[in-house]
């Protein structure tokens, strides 16, 4: 087998997952990843990514910057012949918020999409406050949920949205 190629980067394919806002990377490979994976997790729970829902999640998709409802449905909306109703937007979003596709911004009454599509558990995010794009927690902080259990306390929503200034902004600052 050759060594031949030890020094070049042959993992560079390879996105790993979390490794999305506030780090460099290629966007136009994360969206497909993750379109792909929202579509994986699909067909093994037997879902239908319907195009409406596909749709949203794209557009969710296009950035890393959390997105209201009515900003989605602009974006849909944009030159298309038939008019899309809110309702419809709103059933897309239940969906793909049920099943770990996207997530809820509490505090911008917004949603974002998620870095490892279908997860069922909390999620947690840093928010740049300058260039508004959201970051969502590879490593959760699982003391929070061990804390309640202390307590006894069972939770059954969380929202943890840490506010800031992302490294990449904060170099242009001052
Ligand atoms: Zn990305
Ligand atoms: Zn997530
Ligand atoms: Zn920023």
């Known amino acids: 087998m050759s060594r031949k190629n030890k020094h070049s980067p042959a993992n560079s394919n390879a996105l790993k997952p979390g490794n999305f806002a506030f780090r460099k990377h290629d966007h136009r490979r994360c969206q497909r990843q993750l379109l792909s994976a929202a579509r994986q997790v699909c067909e093994r729970r037997q879902l239908r990514l319907t195009a409406r829902r596909r749709q ?13 409802a009515y900003d989605i449905l602009a974006e849909l909306n944009r030159g298309a012949a038939d008019r899309i109703a809110p309702p419809i937007v709103y059933r897309a979003l239940e969906f793909l918020l049920a099943e770990g596709f996207i997530h809820r911004i509490e505090s911008r009454n917004a949603f974002v999409s998620c870095v490892h599509p279908g ?3 909390a999620a947690q995010f840093l928010i740049c406050r300058d260039c508004e794009q959201v970051a969502e927690l590879e490593n959760p902080d699982a003391g929070l949920f061990a804390q309640a259990d202390d307590l006894g306390f069972a939770v059954d929503h969380s929202v943890v949205e840490i506010t800031g200034v992302c490294a990449e ?5 001052g």
Not at 57 to 65: I, P
Request: glycine share 4%; net charge positive.
């Open 56 to 68: 949203v999640l794209e557009t969710l998709l296009a950035s890393h910057q959390p997105m209201g």
């Open 119 to 121: 997860h069922r558990s």
């Open 169 to 173: 902004c904060q170099k242009h600052v």
